[in-house]
């Protein structure tokens, strides 16, 4: 599984080491990031040169400094704790200098670690997690061990998602690398060693790898592999050989990238919560306006385009159910012409993957004018909108290429929910159990992994569908704001016409399109009550509408209900969660591997999409 953000890459052999590493490097390119930087040894030293900016920059450095050394590491940052400068760019030292690291994925408890070693006199220079976490290896260090035990004793102390390479200047020759969540892959070759967070940066070098398990330490010299586990035993390896070419390395062996990004939604959940959820189940949210401000928003405006919009208003599902704060969800385009009614109490909240978006920028530029607070939510960092609103709250979702938007819709409603959650704790909103929410969401990732193993029933399923001549996408509550996501993926990649709506509109008009051949996707994922009866009972009556007028009826339920199978042709099980909005966001796997197999199975270009692309830039 690839969790994307940042490139990691380094080598030990007999060709020009920082040739290579700044090879691998712009092999990771894809990856997306903003500063760069390489190690290697020099003269006893470890030498570091580093650059905000594209590799280009690097490279330029690299230049001024020639060198012809036979072991080097590298690093493209993709900025999380601290602004993408050259101080903030890996590597970083620890307090001696004697090591060096590079870092995917966040420290956790970093905090905490980098007041500990700055009250035993520790000196920090950038505002990474990252530079406590070399701080720690080298307090071990600092005790006399190797390096390998050193970084085996310091990830004990360490919380988070981390892949981690060290170098030291007392073992040149030698590189440590360890993990947990975040990728890492060690290549073999004879005679010369290497590593990378993914498969493409190796390929040019070798075939043969290992994806490294999480939670050991590998220790790599130019003619030697070791892995040891956690608690120093050895671990016995088996190098897999990589058959793919490099276009297929680099959908990490997925046919397309959008596929590969739905799969990626497990550890995207995972990242999006890393670093704000605290031991207590407690949010945290650092550089986002000071606590009076939540007190005082008398009304949230969430503002986007496309998938964005429909992850917006899962947003209003939770601001108005939790909190009892009114929130309209705008499209972007129509925001700017509707001369909209704004408090001046409000926040306005920007959501877009791409930041770029020309209509969700204009609306933006528009609540500056009007100096209303303004928030964004975005994936992609040092775009327009992360620069340009008050406060930003980036999604990690890491790069999405697929122009349709999978894992960062999954992202996005975290944010929401996080936000949500949030909000919550900082106004003691009566009746909002936030830790447990939280706790439910530790466990979202896993009844993620659980709704990715449907794919089978869902390819299967979407044999059968692909000639339909239109769909219609329905639920109720959270359900309806999915079927609004879950239609546009089927349109935009398998180019079926859809029909999206909450359930108890269609017979208002549109049920008159129902016939034989016409699918209905019915959400149909939340029970609660609603005067006295489920909300699922007055869906289930809505599918029986269908397919007395000759329609089939797919229904998206939880994995112990057995009444939707009454009705339904097709049922797809996701796990349950207590929170319905969380098992409604669920309920969207399944559905982007149906809009998937369909497009894949009627020869569609499924990566990008006729007419579409993937940062809509003009208005
Ligand atoms: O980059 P943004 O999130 O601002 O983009 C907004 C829409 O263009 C985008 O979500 C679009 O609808 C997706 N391609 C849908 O899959």
């Given at each position: 599984?690839?969790?994307?953000?940042?490139?990691?890459?380094?080598?030990?052999?007999?060709?020009?080491?920082?040739?290579?590493?700044?090879?691998?490097?712009?092999?990771?390119?894809?990856?997306?990031?903003?500063?760069?930087?390489?190690?290697?040894?020099?003269?006893?030293?470890?030498?570091?040169?580093?650059?905000?900016?594209?590799?280009?920059?690097?490279?330029?450095?690299?230049?001024?400094?020639?060198?012809?050394?036979?072991?080097?590491?590298?690093?493209?940052?993709?900025?999380?704790?601290?602004?993408?400068?050259?101080?903030?760019?890996?590597?970083?030292?620890?307090?001696?200098?004697?090591?060096?690291?590079?870092?995917?994925?966040?420290?956790?408890?970093?905090?905490?670690?980098?007041?500990?070693?700055?009250?035993?006199?520790?000196?920090?220079?950038?505002?990474?997690?990252?530079?406590?976490?070399?701080?720690?290896?080298?307090?071990?260090?600092?005790?006399?061990?190797?390096?390998?035990?050193?970084?085996?004793?310091?990830?004990?102390?360490?919380?988070?998602?981390?892949?981690?390479?060290?170098?030291?200047?007392?073992?040149?020759?030698?590189?440590?690398?360890?993990?947990?969540?975040?990728?890492?892959?060690?290549?073999?070759?004879?005679?010369?060693?290497?590593?990378?967070?993914?498969?493409?940066?190796?390929?040019?070098?070798?075939?043969?790898?290992?994806?490294?398990?999480?939670?050991?330490?590998?220790?790599?010299?130019?003619?030697?592999?070791?892995?040891?586990?956690?608690?120093?035993?050895?671990?016995?390896?088996?190098?897999?050989?990589?058959?793919?070419?490099?276009?297929?390395?680099?959908?990490?062996?997925?046919?397309?990238?959008?596929?590969?990004?739905?799969?990626?939604q497990?550890?995207?959940i995972?990242?999006?919560?890393?670093?704000?959820?605290?031991?207590?189940?407690?949010?945290?949210?650092?550089?986002?306006?000071?606590?009076?401000?939540?007190?005082?928003?008398?009304?949230?405006?969430?503002?986007?385009?496309?998938?964005?919009?429909?992850a917006?208003?899962m947003?209003?599902?939770?601001?108005?159910?939790?909190?009892?704060?009114?929130?309209?969800?705008?499209?972007?385009?129509?925001?700017?012409?509707?001369?909209?009614?704004?408090?001046?109490?409000?926040?306005?909240?920007?959501?877009?993957?791409?930041?770029?978006?020309?209509?969700?920028?204009?609306?933006?530029?528009?609540?500056?004018?009007?100096?209303?607070?303004?928030?964004?939510?975005?994936?992609?960092?040092?775009?327009?909108?992360?620069?340009?609103?008050?406060?930003?709250?980036?999604?990690?979702?890491?790069?999405?290429?697929?122009?349709?938007?999978?894992?960062?819709y999954t992202?996005?409603v975290m944010?929401?929910t996080?936000?949500?959650?949030?909000?919550?704790?900082?106004?003691?909103?009566?009746?909002?159990?936030?830790?447990?929410?939280?706790?439910?969401?530790?466990?979202l990732?896993?009844k993620a992994?659980?709704c990715?193993?449907?794919?089978?029933?869902?390819?299967?399923?979407?044999?059968?569908?692909?000639?339909?001549?239109?769909?219609?996408?329905?639920?109720?509550?959270a359900?309806?704001y999915v079927?609004?996501e879950?239609?546009?993926?089927?349109?935009?990649?398998?180019?079926?016409?859809?029909?999206?709506?909450?359930?108890?509109?269609?017979?208002?008009?549109?049920?008159?399109?129902?016939?034989?051949?016409?699918?209905?996707?019915?959400?149909?994922t939340?029970?609660?009550?609603?005067?006295?009866?489920?909300?699922?009972?007055?869906?289930?009556?809505?599918?029986?509408?269908?397919?007395?007028?000759?329609?089939?009826?797919?229904?998206?339920?939880?994995?112990?209900?057995?009444?939707?199978?009454?009705?339904?042709?097709?049922?797809?099980?996701v796990?349950?969660c207590?929170s319905d909005f969380l098992t409604a966001l669920l309920s969207a796997i399944?559905?982007?591997?149906?809009?998937?197999?369909?497009?894949?199975?009627?020869?569609?270009?499924?990566?990008?999409?006729?007419?579409?692309?993937?940062?809509?830039?003009?208005?």
């Amino acid at each position: 599984m690839i969790l994307p953000m940042c490139g990691i890459a380094g080598y030990l052999g007999p060709r020009k080491a920082v040739d290579v590493v700044f090879d691998q490097l712009k092999r990771l390119e894809y990856r997306g990031y903003d500063s760069a930087g390489i190690a290697f040894p020099d003269h006893g030293e470890i030498r570091v040169l580093k650059k905000a900016g594209k590799l280009t920059e690097l490279g330029r450095l690299l230049e001024d400094h020639p060198t012809d050394v036979r072991s080097a590491m590298g690093h493209s940052r993709w900025a999380t704790h601290g602004a993408p400068t050259d101080l903030n760019a890996h590597p970083h030292f620890d307090q001696t200098e004697d090591i060096s690291i590079i870092h995917n994925g966040i420290i956790e408890n970093y905090l905490e670690l980098r007041e500990e070693l700055a009250a035993k006199g520790h000196d920090f220079h950038s505002q990474t997690d990252t530079e406590v976490a070399a701080h720690v290896i080298g307090d071990e260090y600092s005790k006399g061990v190797p390096l390998e035990e050193a970084v085996r004793l310091a990830v004990k102390r360490l919380r988070g998602a981390y892949a981690l390479v060290v170098m030291s200047r007392r073992e040149p020759g030698k590189l440590v690398a360890t993990r947990n969540a975040s990728p890492l892959i060690l290549g073999l070759g004879k005679g010369e060693n290497m590593l990378a967070s993914d498969i493409p940066a190796l390929l040019p070098y070798t075939r043969d790898v290992i994806v490294l398990d999480e939670g050991v330490i590998a220790v790599l010299t130019d003619h030697d592999v070791k892995i040891v586990d956690g608690d120093a035993r050895d671990v016995h390896f088996k190098p897999m050989t990589v058959e793919w070419d490099l276009a297929a390395a680099e959908r990490g062996g997925y046919e397309h990238f959008m596929l590969k990004e739905i799969h990626e939604q497990p550890d995207v959940i995972r990242q999006t919560l890393a670093g704000r959820i605290d031991e207590k189940n407690r949010i945290r949210f650092d550089q986002i306006f000071g606590e009076h401000v939540w007190h005082e928003i008398d009304r949230v405006n969430i503002i986007a385009c496309g998938t964005a919009y429909n992850a917006g208003l899962m947003g209003k599902h939770l601001f108005e159910k939790l909190l009892r704060l009114p929130c309209d969800v705008y499209y972007s385009s129509e925001f700017r012409y509707g001369d909209p009614v704004l408090s001046p109490k409000s926040l306005a909240i920007f959501v877009t993957q791409s930041g770029e978006t020309a209509d969700t920028l204009a609306a933006l530029r528009l609540c500056k004018q009007r100096r209303i607070r303004t928030l964004g939510i975005v994936n992609v960092i040092g775009s327009s909108i992360a620069r340009e609103c008050d406060r930003t709250i980036f999604t990690q979702a890491g790069p999405e290429i697929c122009v349709a938007s999978t894992k960062a819709y999954t992202a996005q409603v975290m944010v929401l929910t996080l936000l949500a959650l949030y909000i919550a704790q900082v106004t003691e909103t009566p009746g909002v159990r936030v830790p447990h929410i939280v706790e439910e969401l530790r466990h979202l990732s896993e009844k993620a992994s659980a709704c990715l193993e449907l794919e089978p029933q869902v390819l299967a399923l979407a044999e059968e569908i692909r000639n339909t001549p239109l769909a219609f996408f329905l639920g109720r509550g959270a359900d309806a704001y999915v079927a609004l996501e879950s239609a546009l993926k089927l349109k935009e990649i398998a180019y079926i016409p859809t029909q999206e709506m909450p359930a108890g509109e269609m017979k208002h008009g549109p049920i008159a399109l129902i016939e034989e051949g016409v699918i209905a996707v019915f959400g149909a994922t939340s029970d609660a009550l609603v005067e006295n009866a489920s909300i699922r009972e007055k869906v289930i009556s809505n599918m029986q509408e269908i397919k007395a007028r000759g329609g089939t009826v797919i229904g998206v339920t939880t994995e112990d209900d057995h009444t939707v199978e009454r009705v339904a042709n097709h049922v797809l099980r996701v796990p349950d969660c207590e929170s319905d909005f969380l098992t409604a966001l669920l309920s969207a796997i399944p559905l982007q591997l149906l809009a998937y197999h369909v497009a894949r199975l009627n020869g569609r270009e499924i990566d990008q999409p006729r007419n579409l692309a993937k940062s809509v830039t003009v208005e």
